[in-house]
């Protein structure tokens, strides 16, 4: 099991541009967390999805931020115009998401975002 | 919605010492509370995790205490090691719900040679 895969490891977008950032779960997993880290703080949640739903949102930035986790294919968080403030690494995470083990999560390397 | 708070957030001990971190948490219906680790530029690694119908769990040098009453849960590190220093970062949620995990802030972890 290669475990929950991200990429790019390191990305350096400048004002402006969008940057995308890819997660594949752990064979499995059918969801799939966003967590966002400033240098020297905590985890931030900033969404769950399901295969193709979105489940809560509510930590996500209402402008510029978007994510998707489609019927194939990786999950993408996608922030357009980024800016300095975005600066951050990036957490995926995935779970089973039911049964009694189906709260674990499991976290990916992380995608080191930097704003120029 | 649920918030967690760890306290102290740095902690500092003799090699060999023990260590405890501890968690306080908002919501009663949260009923699973993991630890994780993070090492410097890495990904958080869970330790050990604990659901609501429990109250002690132990794995080697590592055991978590919850009370459900008082809404907090600890990390006990015995015989710490320089190996140990890390964040440390506790969280809750609702098993068997579409329910994420709420993190503390982390504690960073100092083990002293």
């Known amino acids: 099991n290669a475990g929950v895969m991200q990429n790019p490891r390191h990305l350096v977008r400048r004002r402006g541009q969008e940057a995308r950032l890819r997660c594949s779960p752990m064979?499995?997993?059918?969801?799939v967390y966003w967590y966002r880290q400033l240098p020297e703080e905590g985890l931030k949640f900033m969404v769950y999805?399901?295969?193709?739903?979105?489940?809560?949102e509510s930590g996500m930035p209402k402008e510029r931020f978007s994510a998707e986790f489609p019927k194939e294919g990786p999950s993408i968080l996608r922030i357009q115009q980024v800016v300095r403030g975005d600066s951050a690494a990036y957490f995926c995470a995935s779970s089973l998401g039911q049964g009694a083990l189906g709260n674990t999560i499991y976290f990916g390397e992380g995608s080191w975002l930097t704003v120029v | 919605g649920e918030n967690v708070e760890q306290h102290p957030s740095t902690l500092s001990v003799q090699e060999g010492d023990s260590a405890v971190i501890k968690c306080t948490y908002s919501d009663s219906a949260s009923n699973y509370f993991p630890w994780y680790k993070q090492e410097l530029g890495k990904r958080p690694q869970l330790i050990i995790d604990i659901r609501s119908n429990v109250g002690e769990k132990k794995d080697q040098r590592i055991a978590v205490t919850l009370n459900k009453t008082a809404k907090h849960f600890s990390l006990h590190i015995t015989e710490t090691q320089p190996e140990d220093s890390a964040v440390y970062f506790c969280?809750?949620?609702?098993?068997?719900?579409?329910?994420?995990?709420?993190f503390g802030k982390g504690i960073t972890l100092s083990v002293r040679p």
């Open positions: 999805l399901q295969k193709e739903n979105i489940i809560d």
């Open positions: 969280a809750a949620s609702i098993s068997g719900a579409n329910s994420k995990l709420t």
């Open positions: 064979k499995g997993h059918s969801h």
